[in-house]
């Protein structure tokens, strides 16, 4: 149940928008919904931050700096998790990963990261 298959990355100027997306394709739905979701990015000489977060109760939550361009959003039926980013800055790019944490069953998976690189 641990693989996460990430897509959606790409090369956008700044103002644009990307749709990332992460497949959870051997989780059972149970598994799926009940655990919590996030996406990380990684800039280039920084520290991996926590970018968006979605819980199995649905209420979601966002790094201040994505608040209000980033929306989070699960799809339950397809296994899938999304990061809609609008108003893309040059600040965004990075390598994103889909994380996947559930306590009860000792699961903390990842995704193997998709590029996002916007330029000015």
């Known amino acids: 149940q641990g693989q996460l298959v990430e897509s959606g990355g790409g090369l956008v100027q700044a103002g644009g928008s990307l749709r990332l997306s992460c497949k959870g394709s051997r989780m059972i739905l149970s598994t799926f919904t009940g655990g919590n979701w996030a996406w990380y990015r990684q800039a280039p000489g920084k520290q991996r931050e926590l970018v968006a977060s979605?819980?199995?109760?649905?209420?979601?939550d966002y790094l201040d700096s994505v608040r209000g361009r980033f929306t989070i959003s699960r799809e339950n039926t397809k296994r899938m998790v999304h990061l809609q980013m609008n108003s893309l800055i040059v600040e965004d790019t990075g390598v994103y990963y889909c994380?996947?944490?559930?306590?009860?069953?000792?699961?903390?998976?990842w995704g193997q990261g998709t590029q996002v690189t916007v330029s000015s």
């Open positions: 994380n996947f944490r559930m306590e009860s069953i000792n699961a903390d998976y």
């Open positions: 979605i819980i199995s109760g649905g209420t979601s």
